[in-house]
T-cell receptor, first 110, second 113 residues
Framework: GIQVEQSPPDLILQEGANSTLRCNFSDSVNNLQWFHQNPWGQLINLFYIPSGTKQNGRLSATTVATERYSLLYISSSQTTDSGVYFCAVLTASGTYKYIFGTGTRLKVLA | ETGVTQSPTHLIKTRGQQVTLRCSSQSGHNTVSWYQQALGQGPQFIFQYYREEENGRGNFPPRFSGLQFPNYSSELNVNALELDDSALYLC????????????FGPGTRLTVT
Protein backbone atom coordinates (compact mmCIF):
# COMPACT_ATOMS: atom_id res chain seq x y z
CA GLY A 1 0.00 0.00 0.00
CA ILE A 2 0.86 3.66 -0.12
CA GLN A 3 3.52 4.84 2.32
CA VAL A 4 3.37 8.35 3.76
CA GLU A 5 6.42 9.81 5.48
CA GLN A 6 6.67 13.13 7.25
CA SER A 7 9.67 15.12 8.35
CA PRO A 8 10.90 16.33 10.67
CA PRO A 9 9.26 14.22 13.40
CA ASP A 10 9.73 16.96 15.98
CA LEU A 11 10.23 20.71 15.71
CA ILE A 12 10.72 23.38 18.36
CA LEU A 13 10.46 27.02 17.31
CA GLN A 14 10.58 30.38 18.93
CA GLU A 15 7.44 32.45 18.45
CA GLY A 16 7.67 34.44 15.22
CA ALA A 17 9.86 31.93 13.39
CA ASN A 18 8.97 30.28 10.08
CA SER A 19 8.96 26.55 9.36
CA THR A 20 8.51 24.04 6.57
CA LEU A 21 7.00 20.60 7.09
CA ARG A 22 7.40 17.92 4.44
CA CYS A 23 5.26 14.97 3.38
CA ASN A 24 6.47 12.31 0.92
CA PHE A 25 4.16 9.68 -0.50
CA SER A 26 5.01 6.58 -2.47
CA ASP A 27 2.31 6.46 -5.16
CA SER A 28 -0.12 8.68 -7.04
CA VAL A 29 -3.10 9.75 -4.95
CA ASN A 30 -6.58 11.16 -5.44
CA ASN A 31 -6.14 13.88 -2.86
CA LEU A 32 -3.88 15.06 -0.09
CA GLN A 33 -4.95 16.80 3.07
CA TRP A 34 -3.07 18.57 5.84
CA PHE A 35 -4.45 18.44 9.37
CA HIS A 36 -3.55 20.07 12.64
CA GLN A 37 -4.31 17.97 15.70
CA ASN A 38 -4.72 20.09 18.80
CA PRO A 39 -3.71 18.91 22.29
CA TRP A 40 -7.26 17.62 22.89
CA GLY A 41 -7.10 15.32 19.86
CA GLN A 42 -9.34 17.23 17.47
CA LEU A 43 -8.20 16.98 13.86
CA ILE A 44 -8.66 20.29 12.09
CA ASN A 45 -8.68 20.43 8.29
CA LEU A 46 -6.06 22.85 6.99
CA PHE A 47 -5.86 22.22 3.26
CA TYR A 48 -7.18 19.89 0.58
CA ILE A 49 -4.35 20.08 -1.90
CA PRO A 50 -3.87 17.31 -4.47
CA SER A 51 -1.65 19.64 -6.50
CA GLY A 52 -0.60 23.27 -6.73
CA THR A 53 -0.36 25.89 -4.01
CA LYS A 54 -2.89 27.26 -1.55
CA GLN A 55 -2.63 29.90 1.12
CA ASN A 56 -4.73 30.64 4.18
CA GLY A 57 -3.40 33.43 6.34
CA ARG A 58 -0.03 32.48 7.80
CA LEU A 59 -0.27 28.96 6.41
CA SER A 60 0.38 27.84 2.89
CA ALA A 61 0.84 24.47 1.22
CA THR A 62 2.31 23.20 -2.01
CA THR A 63 1.90 19.74 -3.52
CA VAL A 64 4.02 18.55 -6.43
CA ALA A 65 2.06 15.45 -7.39
CA THR A 66 4.49 14.35 -10.12
CA GLU A 67 7.30 14.22 -7.57
CA ARG A 68 5.08 12.86 -4.79
CA TYR A 69 5.62 15.37 -2.07
CA SER A 70 3.83 18.17 -0.29
CA LEU A 71 5.09 21.02 1.87
CA LEU A 72 3.30 22.95 4.60
CA TYR A 73 4.69 26.39 5.42
CA ILE A 74 3.97 28.13 8.69
CA SER A 75 5.06 31.76 8.88
CA SER A 76 5.34 33.96 11.96
CA SER A 77 4.50 31.02 14.20
CA GLN A 78 2.39 31.50 17.33
CA THR A 79 2.09 29.38 20.46
CA THR A 80 -1.39 28.33 19.30
CA ASP A 81 0.25 26.63 16.29
CA SER A 82 1.63 23.98 18.65
CA GLY A 83 0.35 20.45 18.15
CA VAL A 84 0.83 17.65 15.66
CA TYR A 85 0.58 18.21 11.93
CA PHE A 86 -0.47 15.28 9.77
CA CYS A 87 -0.61 14.86 6.07
CA ALA A 88 -2.99 12.23 4.78
CA VAL A 89 -3.38 10.91 1.26
CA LEU A 90 -6.66 9.72 -0.12
CA THR A 91 -6.62 6.37 -1.83
CA ALA A 92 -9.60 5.13 -3.77
CA SER A 93 -8.61 1.50 -4.13
CA GLY A 94 -12.03 0.07 -3.25
CA THR A 95 -12.76 2.54 -0.47
CA TYR A 96 -12.12 6.24 -0.23
CA LYS A 97 -9.95 6.32 2.86
CA TYR A 98 -7.12 8.43 4.17
CA ILE A 99 -3.66 7.03 4.85
CA PHE A 100 -1.95 9.18 7.44
CA GLY A 101 1.70 9.92 7.96
CA THR A 102 3.25 9.68 11.43
CA GLY A 103 3.06 13.42 11.93
CA THR A 104 5.31 16.33 12.84
CA ARG A 105 5.07 17.41 16.47
CA LEU A 106 5.49 21.20 16.64
CA LYS A 107 6.11 23.16 19.79
CA VAL A 108 6.21 26.96 19.60
CA LEU A 109 7.82 28.68 22.55
CA ALA A 110 6.77 32.13 23.75
CA GLU B 1 -16.53 22.76 14.95
CA THR B 2 -17.13 20.12 12.33
CA GLY B 3 -20.66 19.13 13.36
CA VAL B 4 -19.46 15.58 14.04
CA THR B 5 -19.98 14.45 17.60
CA GLN B 6 -18.69 11.40 19.45
CA SER B 7 -19.54 9.82 22.77
CA PRO B 8 -18.29 9.14 25.30
CA THR B 9 -15.28 11.44 25.51
CA HIS B 10 -13.26 9.09 27.67
CA LEU B 11 -13.71 5.48 28.66
CA ILE B 12 -11.82 3.01 30.85
CA LYS B 13 -12.41 -0.70 30.35
CA THR B 14 -10.85 -3.92 31.55
CA ARG B 15 -9.18 -6.44 29.25
CA GLY B 16 -11.74 -8.91 27.91
CA GLN B 17 -14.69 -6.54 28.15
CA GLN B 18 -16.71 -5.14 25.27
CA VAL B 19 -17.16 -1.47 24.35
CA THR B 20 -19.45 0.57 22.10
CA LEU B 21 -18.46 3.98 20.79
CA ARG B 22 -20.90 6.32 19.08
CA CYS B 23 -20.67 8.90 16.32
CA SER B 24 -23.19 11.37 14.96
CA SER B 25 -22.33 12.50 11.47
CA GLN B 26 -22.61 16.00 10.12
CA SER B 27 -26.02 16.89 8.73
CA GLY B 28 -26.40 15.69 5.14
CA HIS B 29 -23.48 13.25 5.35
CA ASN B 30 -24.24 9.60 4.56
CA THR B 31 -20.75 8.11 4.92
CA VAL B 32 -18.90 7.46 8.16
CA SER B 33 -15.34 6.21 8.56
CA TRP B 34 -13.69 5.05 11.78
CA TYR B 35 -10.01 5.42 12.60
CA GLN B 36 -7.84 4.23 15.48
CA GLN B 37 -4.99 6.46 16.65
CA ALA B 38 -2.48 4.85 19.00
CA LEU B 39 -0.27 7.12 21.08
CA GLY B 40 2.37 8.83 18.96
CA GLN B 41 1.00 7.45 15.70
CA GLY B 42 -1.16 8.71 12.87
CA PRO B 43 -4.77 7.54 12.64
CA GLN B 44 -5.34 4.15 10.97
CA PHE B 45 -8.44 3.30 8.98
CA ILE B 46 -10.69 0.70 10.61
CA PHE B 47 -13.74 0.61 8.32
CA GLN B 48 -16.28 2.74 6.50
CA TYR B 49 -20.08 2.67 6.37
CA TYR B 50 -22.20 4.00 3.54
CA ARG B 51 -25.98 3.94 3.75
CA GLU B 52 -25.93 1.32 6.52
CA GLU B 53 -23.57 -1.07 4.70
CA GLU B 54 -19.88 -1.69 5.40
CA ASN B 55 -17.88 -0.36 2.47
CA GLY B 56 -14.30 -1.35 3.08
CA ARG B 57 -12.20 -2.39 6.01
CA GLY B 58 -8.62 -1.87 7.12
CA ASN B 59 -6.32 -4.38 8.74
CA PHE B 60 -8.36 -4.94 11.92
CA PRO B 61 -9.65 -8.24 13.31
CA PRO B 62 -13.35 -9.21 13.25
CA ARG B 63 -13.78 -8.30 16.91
CA PHE B 64 -13.94 -4.72 15.60
CA SER B 65 -17.42 -4.33 14.15
CA GLY B 66 -19.75 -1.50 13.35
CA LEU B 67 -23.21 -0.34 12.50
CA GLN B 68 -24.72 2.60 10.70
CA PHE B 69 -28.30 3.64 11.38
CA PRO B 70 -30.92 5.15 9.03
CA ASN B 71 -30.05 8.64 10.32
CA TYR B 72 -26.42 7.87 9.33
CA SER B 73 -25.12 7.89 12.89
CA SER B 74 -22.74 5.03 13.60
CA GLU B 75 -21.39 2.73 16.29
CA LEU B 76 -18.04 1.03 16.66
CA ASN B 77 -18.05 -2.13 18.76
CA VAL B 78 -14.95 -3.83 20.06
CA ASN B 79 -15.21 -7.25 21.71
CA ALA B 80 -12.68 -9.03 23.89
CA LEU B 81 -10.69 -5.87 24.55
CA GLU B 82 -6.91 -6.10 24.59
CA LEU B 83 -4.40 -3.73 26.13
CA ASP B 84 -3.29 -2.66 22.62
CA ASP B 85 -6.80 -1.41 21.90
CA SER B 86 -6.04 1.60 24.10
CA ALA B 87 -6.17 4.51 21.67
CA LEU B 88 -8.05 7.55 20.47
CA TYR B 89 -10.93 6.47 18.23
CA LEU B 90 -11.95 9.00 15.61
CA CYS B 91 -14.92 9.02 13.33
CA UNK B 92 -15.15 11.07 10.19
CA UNK B 93 -18.23 11.86 8.16
CA UNK B 94 -18.36 12.77 4.51
CA UNK B 95 -21.13 13.82 2.13
CA UNK B 96 -20.73 10.90 -0.22
CA UNK B 97 -18.90 7.70 -0.97
CA UNK B 98 -16.55 9.28 -3.48
CA UNK B 99 -16.03 12.52 -1.62
CA UNK B 100 -12.57 13.56 -0.49
CA UNK B 101 -14.08 15.71 2.25
CA UNK B 102 -13.87 14.00 5.61
CA UNK B 103 -14.72 15.91 8.76
CA PHE B 104 -13.45 14.43 11.98
CA GLY B 105 -15.14 14.32 15.36
CA PRO B 106 -13.30 15.07 18.61
CA GLY B 107 -12.63 11.39 19.32
CA THR B 108 -13.16 8.94 22.16
CA ARG B 109 -10.14 8.10 24.25
CA LEU B 110 -10.29 4.44 25.30
CA THR B 111 -8.02 3.04 27.99
CA VAL B 112 -7.89 -0.72 28.52
CA THR B 113 -6.40 -1.88 31.82
Amino acid sequence: GIQVEQSPPDLILQEGANSTLRCNFSDSVNNLQWFHQNPWGQLINLFYIPSGTKQNGRLSATTVATERYSLLYISSSQTTDSGVYFCAVLTASGTYKYIFGTGTRLKVLA
Amino acid sequence: ETGVTQSPTHLIKTRGQQVTLRCSSQSGHNTVSWYQQALGQGPQFIFQYYREEENGRGNFPPRFSGLQFPNYSSELNVNALELDDSALYLCASSPGLASYEQYFGPGTRLTVT
